[in-house]
């Protein structure tokens, strides 16, 4: 199985920044957490950040041609963007939401994700965790 994974904007300063609501870990960190993890299942994953709404588009029409399913952290498109959400319907592969932060228990804008109804599963408020469990999620669907 090959799993791409999507950074939305701003998570390159995942550790630098607001440690106190994202965590120290870098976005390095994760990278390692999920590739060592893909490891041990059997796995592979790719990884892919961008702070360009169009740029993410691109990226998941590509990609759905060499990978089995998506693992994205939208960050704030999560809560704006019908682009990306067309994006992953429109590609036939299943994503799993995830998200560092527990987002229904931040700002109201926050509680809303336009992902979230068309996602094959959502995971938030675990910290890097998230990934770890949207990952594992992902692979298990796809074996099943
Ligand atoms: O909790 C999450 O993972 C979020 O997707 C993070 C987004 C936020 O807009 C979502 O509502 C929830 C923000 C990503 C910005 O990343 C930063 C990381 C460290 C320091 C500053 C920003």
């Known amino acids: ?20 609501v994202y965590g120290s870990d870098t976005l390095d960190d994760v990278n390692n957490v999920l590739a ?3 490891d041990e299942m059997a796995a ?3 990884v892919f950040q961008s ?7 691109d990226y998941i029409e590509e990609a759905a041609t060499r990978v089995d399913g998506f693992l994205i952290n939208p960050g704030s498109y999560t809560h704006t963007s019908i682009a ?3 994006a992953l319907t429109g590609v036939d592969r299943p994503f799993v939401e995830c ?26 408020g675990f910290g890097v965790h998230s990934y ?3 990952l594992r ?8």
Do not use: C
């Not at 999620?137 to 099943?144: M, R």
């Open 99 to 124: 998200h560092l932060s527990n987002i229904s228990s931040r700002e109201r804008f926050r509680r809303h994700s336009y992902l979230a109804p068309v996602a094959s599963g959502v995971v938030y």
């Open 1 to 20: 199985m090959k799993i791409a994974v999507i950074h939305g904007p701003n998570l390159r300063l995942l550790g630098k920044r607001e440690p106190e």
């Open 132 to 134: 770890v469990l949207g």
């Open 51 to 57: 702070n360009h709404e169009g740029e993410l588009l």
């Open 137 to 144: 999620g992902l692979l298990a669907q796809l074996e099943s």
């Open 36 to 38: 060592t993890l893909a």
């Open 84 to 86: 990306l959400r067309d």
């Open 44 to 46: 592979e994953i790719e």
